[in-house]
């Protein structure tokens, strides 16, 4: 095994680490034989040394980067993975991760390691939840999966559903009839198919529902057979819901549920039932449960920052809160919400 130091060139290491090492972590997917230790302005590489060597080639590659164009993002250092894998005529990490050619002939592929996950995941599972934060390409890559296996005459049509529920807004004073207030709810899914579709292709598919946008509450009762079924915004749903869609799975159909557990819009008195699915269905074969993270976040820049800053601002809070629950504890009171009095 051979242990070497890589000394940092950019004049601020913070830049070329990522806010919270996140593209330290993100070479960590890359480089899976490798273990890298950021610390100041050396980066510490343990491995095999021919794997090592091929790290520091690419890591020089990173910092010219950084230095010509002053930032440094995953889809950066992803883009030159890619750059140097057909330079050298050699199989990248991510492989075989074009899901398929939209409209205009644009490419649709997976663009972090996660998504690549997605992407096999669904080959070899019926049911398969994708959770992380805003900009992770979740629901983006789930219609993308659907599509495919729609044009490849895998499935006769495609499901895409959310929960109904008001993001710091009322629906009842948007105008129109349900559908006119619910549509506009419904948008990130129409974007997603539009960059699949012709538009005509997309009418038709709408007009005879081989394609079908519904909210979660017109699931009930239903068996979708040979369906590619997404639940998209799924931390928005119940228990009982989530329990009501999962077991609407006919023949040959493939469920997708994707969420992100920091933006649960339900009212305070009901509980998001995703993360408890993923804990009661996790080991059942033929279900994979993907956990996403801010290193798959393809969005703005700016939007790995956000994301930061408030897991910071959250975990603050809460150990804020277990301070005080201690301090009560130790002061005799009992844990708010207990009961004063006792039979």
């Known amino acids: 095994m051979t242990d070497r130091k890589i000394s940092i060139a950019v004049a601020d290491a913070m830049e070329l680490y990522g806010v919270n090492n996140s593209n330290v972590v993100f070479l960590s997917q890359l480089f899976p034989s490798l273990k890298l230790i950021a610390r100041g302005t050396e980066l ?3 491995g095999d040394e021919e794997q090592t060597d091929a790290f520091a080639v690419f890591f020089e590659r990173m910092q010219n980067y950084l230095q010509k164009f002053g930032r440094l993002r995953t889809d950066d250092i992803l883009r030159l993975w890619e750059e140097d894998a057909r330079d050298n005529g050699t199989e990248t990490a991510l492989e075989g991760d074009i899901i398929l050619y939209g409209r205009d002939g644009k490419v649709i592929r997976s663009r972090t390691p996660n998504q690549l996950r997605m992407l ?59 559908r006119d207030k619910l549509d506009p709810y419904l948008q990130p899914l129409y974007d997603a198919l539009r960059d699949m579709l012709p538009p005509q292709r ?11 946008i ?49 933006q649960i819009d339900l009212p305070r008195h009901q509980q998001s039932g995703l993360m408890q699915a993923t804990r009661i269905l996790k080991d059942i074969p033929g279900i994979s449960v ?27 809070e809460a150990e804020l809160r277990k301070e005080r629950e201690a301090a009560r504890t130790e002061a005799g009171e009992k844990p708010k919400g207990e009961d004063a009095c006792t039979a």
């Open 214 to 262: 519904a909210p979660l509450a017109f699931m009930r009762g239903r068996t979708l057979d040979h369906a590619y079924v997404i639940l998209d915004e799924a931390q928005n749903a119940t228990s009982t819901q989530l329990k009501m869609f999962l077991t609407r799975m006919g023949e040959n159909a493939k469920f997708f549920i994707t969420g992100d557990v920091t």
């Open 202 to 212: 997309l009418l038709s598919y709408m007009e005879d529902r081989t394609i079908e």
């Open 120 to 178: 096999r995941e669904v080959e070899h599972n019926d049911m398969v939840f994708a959770i992380g934060p805003a900009g992770t390409g979740k629901t983006y890559t789930a219609v993308a999966l659907a599509v495919r296996a729609l044009k490849n005459k895998e499935i006769k049509r495609i499901i895409l559903t959310r929960p109904a529920v008001e993001a710091g807004e009322n629906l009842g004073f948007l105008p129109g009839d349900m």
């Open 44 to 46: 510490r590489v343990m």
């Open 290 to 316: 993907i956990f996403m993270n801010q290193t798959d976040i393809v969005r703005h820049r700016l939007v790995t920052s956000v994301v930061n800053a408030y897991a910071k601002q959250e975990a603050m």
